[in-house]
């Protein structure tokens, strides 16, 4: 593979995201997702798979899953000696008198990171959209309007007002030239939703980034983008693949069951050549089924159990599921073990936890039950 000028950075945090128990012992980009993937692996793979191979990851205090997970880049063949894979220090302090902190508090500890990589231009992308993009074609557009900035978005119509809470909205002329921004607007104006991707040039990123410290400023979209909108060429490059972005329990629940569906799994994880969702490697033995199992529509990781029934379900590795169980459209993850003659529906379980048997757990379709890590029932 052919490596270009290109670094990229991923923010591994967001304040506006909230997953309750999934996020209480670990980082949003740590969060597993799919039976054997972490929310980190889709944009990391995308990163490598468009060619940037020195990537750095900003960190909150809660970053022990997410080292752990990612080691040194060696699954995203990013293990190399003056390039790869950097967890980056966390803001000096998340004391910020009351005031959530914003993209620039943490880019403040991937300063040392800008500035010695030799890379020209940078792709800045949050964690949590889930997609399989062809970073190359934003460059290629990039240089094609000769932009100052290239943003990344995708095509929403009709949302709610509750929806519009969470969506950045862009007015693109018909040369894709961004003309305003609105951040989270009361009412829809246009329906090119930003996916929280940009590219620029490195030393423009870092003089933008200084300019906004300096005035005591935090937010990328609104101090950054918002900001140079009548300044720079700013141009919006349209990605009309699937994506999902996780940002409550709501759509990290619809993210797993959406994963069932094969014209998603297609588009995801297999709509061009080279493109690999890749993830750390874990080998463990085939998952056994007993003689009464049966189970429907369900992705099941290896090293489990599986004596009921399983259906429209993921489930993790090394899960073990009882006789004369029912699961249904549920998320299992690594190690939880359900017992005999359970119910349980609607329900998502973090890492090892205990169901005892003869228990009924039945959450809502609209949003599911959540059972933190290691807890027993």
Same mark, same amino acid.
């Given at each position: 593979?052919?490596?270009?000028?290109?670094?990229?950075?991923?923010?591994?945090?967001?304040?506006?995201?909230?997953?309750?128990?999934?996020?209480?012992?670990?980082?949003?980009?740590?969060?597993?997702?799919?039976?054997?993937?972490?929310?980190?692996?889709?944009?990391?793979?995308?990163?490598?798979?468009?060619?940037?191979?020195?990537?750095?990851?900003?960190?909150? #205090?809660?970053?022990?899953?997410?080292?752990?997970?990612?080691?040194?880049?060696?699954?995203?063949?990013?293990?190399?000696?003056?390039?790869?894979?950097?967890?980056?220090?966390? +803001?000096?302090?998340?004391?910020?008198?009351?005031?959530?902190?914003?993209?620039?508090?943490?880019?403040?500890?991937?300063?040392?990171?800008?500035?010695?990589?030799?890379?020209?231009?940078?792709?800045?992308?949050?964690?949590?959209?889930?997609?399989?993009?062809?970073?190359?074609?934003?460059?290629?557009?990039?240089?094609?309007?000769?932009?100052?900035?290239?943003?990344?978005?995708?095509?929403?119509?009709?949302?709610?007002?509750?929806?519009?809470?969470?969506?950045?909205?862009?007015?693109?002329?018909?040369?894709?030239?961004?003309?305003?921004?609105?951040? #989270?607007?009361?009412?829809?104006?246009?329906?090119?939703? #930003?996916?929280?991707?940009?590219?620029?040039?490195?030393?423009?990123?870092?003089?933008?980034?200084?300019?906004?410290?300096?005035?005591?400023?935090?937010?990328?979209?609104?101090?950054?983008?918002?900001?140079?909108?009548?300044?720079?060429?700013?141009?919006?490059?349209?990605?009309?693949? #699937?994506?999902?972005?996780?940002?409550?329990?709501?759509?990290?629940?619809?993210?797993?069951?959406?994963?069932?569906?094969?014209?998603?799994?297609?588009?995801?994880?297999?709509?061009?050549?080279?493109?690999?969702?890749?993830?750390?490697?874990?080998?463990?033995? +085939?998952?056994?089924?007993?003689?009464?199992?049966?189970?429907?529509?369900?992705?099941?990781?290896?090293?489990?159990?599986?004596?009921?029934?399983?259906?429209?379900?993921?489930?993790?590795?090394?899960?073990?599921?009882?006789?004369?169980?029912?699961?249904?459209?549920?998320?299992?993850?690594?190690?939880?073990?359900?017992?005999?003659?359970?119910?349980?529906?609607?329900?998502?379980?973090?890492?090892?936890?205990?169901?005892?048997?003869?228990?009924?757990?039945?959450?809502?379709?609209?949003?599911?039950?959540?059972?933190?890590?290691?807890?027993?029932?």
């Amino acid at each position: 593979m052919e490596y270009n000028n290109t670094l990229g950075l991923i923010f591994s945090e967001n304040v506006e995201v909230s997953l309750g128990e999934l996020m209480r012992v670990r980082s949003l980009a740590a969060v597993p997702v799919g039976g054997r993937y972490r929310i980190i692996d889709f944009m990391l793979s995308n990163m490598i798979n468009s060619g940037i191979a020195n990537v750095g990851i900003t960190s909150g #205090y809660k970053n022990r899953s997410l080292v752990d997970h990612v080691g040194s880049g060696r699954a995203w063949d990013m293990a190399r000696k003056d390039s790869g894979l950097f967890i980056l220090p966390p +803001p000096e302090t998340m004391d910020m008198g009351g005031r959530i902190i914003g993209g620039i508090d943490y880019l403040s500890g991937a300063m040392s990171f800008l500035y010695r990589s030799r890379q020209e231009y940078v792709m800045v992308t949050d964690c949590n959209t889930i997609c399989n993009i062809d970073f190359e074609k934003v460059m290629d557009f990039h240089f094609e309007k000769e932009a100052d900035i290239t943003v990344v978005y995708t095509q929403v119509p009709n949302l709610t007002e509750k929806e519009l809470e969470k969506h950045i909205l862009f007015d693109v002329e018909e040369d894709g030239r961004v003309k305003d921004i609105q951040i #989270y607007p009361k009412r829809q104006k246009s329906d090119c939703s #930003y996916m929280h991707m940009f590219f620029m040039k490195k030393s423009l990123f870092i003089e933008m980034i200084e300019d906004c410290m300096a005035h005591d400023e935090h937010m990328i979209s609104k101090n950054i983008l918002l900001a140079n909108v009548n300044r720079r060429r700013i141009f919006a490059y349209k990605f009309d693949g #699937y994506k999902k972005k996780i940002d409550n329990i709501k759509t990290f629940y619809q993210f797993n069951l959406e994963l069932l569906d094969p014209m998603v799994r297609r588009e995801l994880f297999g709509n061009r050549e080279g493109n690999n969702i890749y993830t750390k490697v874990k080998d463990s033995v +085939p998952t056994k089924y007993g003689k009464d199992s049966e189970v429907k529509n369900s992705f099941i990781a290896d090293g489990c159990q599986i004596e009921g029934t399983v259906e429209n379900c993921i489930v993790f590795r090394g899960v073990k599921i009882g006789k004369g169980t029912v699961v249904k459209n549920s998320v299992i993850m690594q190690k939880s073990q359900i017992m005999d003659n359970c119910d349980v529906e609607n329900v998502i379980f973090d890492k090892e936890v205990i169901l005892k048997g003869g228990k009924s757990l039945v959450g809502e379709s609209t949003y599911p039950l959540v059972i933190g890590k290691r807890t027993v029932v």
